[in-house]
Every structure is written in structure tokens, then in C-alpha cells.
């Protein structure tokens, strides 16, 4: 089966995409992650790629205000990741490490929870 990426010059494969999610996030500031949301309204991404009215896009407070926030559709958010991690496997492991690290104190926490 062809990956509905095939077209892109740059794109991280079906099943790493997500985890490229989650390695971005973990090397963000814990409190202004990536998220997945869906569109209620037409939009237009920070690339000039169209976001139509129930696709899925990934947006990031920006600032204070409501406003600020950046858009991603998932077009340009597969090829972001993917530059964002080309030919840097030391960036993908520390991110690998910090997830590593924050599942542990979680799995700590929850292991001295007393019901």
C-alpha cells in the first residue's frame, strides 16, 4: 500500500509520525505542546497550506492571547517534523531520553498513590 505522503519530497512515514509528535513535545516547553485538533472553520497554516472545515491540524500557543497560536495543517507538520529532525539522530535520541525520563516520575507517581 502507497503512503498518502507519497507526493511530498519530504515526509515522515505513517508510523512514525506520531512518535515525531511526541519527540517535538518533549523537547518543548512541557506546558505549550503540540495538539491535534479539528477544524471548525476554514483556515490557513503558517505555509500557506489550506486547513479545510473538519480536517485535523496542530496548533501551539504563541502568547497570552486566544489569538496566538500557530497552525499546522498535517501536511506541514509531517514535513516540519521531518526537517526538524534530518540528519540530527542526537536531537531524536535526547528526545528519546526525555520521554524515557518523564514516563518513569510518572510511573513513580502513580506507584505512591495510596487508594
Do not use: C
Amino acid at each position: 500500500m502507497k503512503d498518502k505522503n507519497e507526493n511530498f519530497r519530504y515526509f515522515i512515514a505513517e508510523d512514525d509520525f506520531e512518535l515525531s509528535i511526541a519527540r517535538i513535545n518533549a523537547l518543548g516547553n512541557p506546558y505549550l505542546k503540540w495538539q491535534l485538533t479539528q477544524a471548525r472553520k476554514n483556515h490557513t497554516d503558517e505555509f500557506g497550506e489550506i486547513i479545510k472545515a473538519g480536517d485535523n491540524y496542530y496548533k501551539k500557543s504563541s502568547g497570552p492571547s486566544y489569538s496566538d497560536v500557530v497552525k499546522l495543517s498535517r501536511k506541514s507538520m509531517n514535513i516540519f517534523a521531518f526537517l526538524y529532525f534530518l540528519d540530527t539522530p542526537g536531537l531524536s535520541n535526547l528526545a528519546d531520553e526525555v520521554i524515557k525520563k518523564r514516563d518513569e516520575e510518572h510511573r513513580k507517581a502513580v506507584d505512591g498513590l495510596k487508594l
